[in-house]
């Protein structure tokens, strides 16, 4: 009967073992539903779900032996991982719920609802990647880098660990725009964009772009010195990006100013001010001839 309902259903009893199962459950177990009859579903489950389901039904199991009525029993949807017959993973949700025992004789029996979560997920991470992308440059939006700077900046208040940020902007950007226009200006923020990641020294470092022809990096762990290091790396490559590939002139040269400013031991109090302090320097970086890095405190 329940080969012919259009969702993905099967039915265990209180050990576990499969009972039922139409073939569209049986394919999300990726084995066919003859074989998986008599076999117990948690073996199916990624871990955690396989210990969690099973003490679930333990709780259970125990609650309704010292009962005279079967305890009522309706769980999910929950999102599970399922280690399929041929070893690939695939999420899904499922519902359990404990069939009415009235109907189905004493053998308490469950019945499985499952929905294939693979399409979802996958649009999901597409839409949370394009969310936290800048478009042009492919680094790190603001909305990306504001939530990066909040994680680091918790974790370096817990570890008292330092946290250093580098705000660059690129000098007299508006002349090269002029000069050679909008769309080489956007390939110049696209070379700009790699620089930054070449730069960044580790896996937990991030360069975001934080808006028109201002970028920033975050050094988790890093201090002044580090910090510093860095920036002068990011002058370097700046300074000796060719834009021949454009069909520009060979003299053709950029130059980015650079502000620093480092957490270490509660001297901000907000990732905010460490942000305007950042651009303070920044400020002072630009004020004091461009091509230039300052180091805030
Ligand atoms: N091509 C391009 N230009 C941009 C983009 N975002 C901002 N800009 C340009 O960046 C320029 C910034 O100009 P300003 O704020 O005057 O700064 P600047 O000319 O770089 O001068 P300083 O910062 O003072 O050295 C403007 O011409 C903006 O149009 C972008 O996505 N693409």
Redesign the pocket.
Known sequence: MISAISEAIFVINSAGVIEMINPLAAKLFGAHNEMLIGQTWTDYLQSPFKDEYQSLFDVWNKANASNKQTAPFNHGPKEIIINRGDSTLLEADLSLSCLPSMQMGSEPLFIGIMHNLTNHKAEYHKLRHLAHTDK?TGLANRHAFDDALQTNWNDSINHDQPLCLIII???????F?DQFG?VN??KC?QKIAKVLLDALPSSNAMAARYG??EFVVILPNSNPLTAEYIAQKIQRSINQLTFTDLGLPAQTKISV?QGIACERGGQYRTPTALVCAADTALYRA?SSG?NRINISG
């Open positions: 042009l902007d690129v000098d007299y950007f508006k002349i725009n909008h200006g956007d923020l028109g022809e100013s630009k461009r």
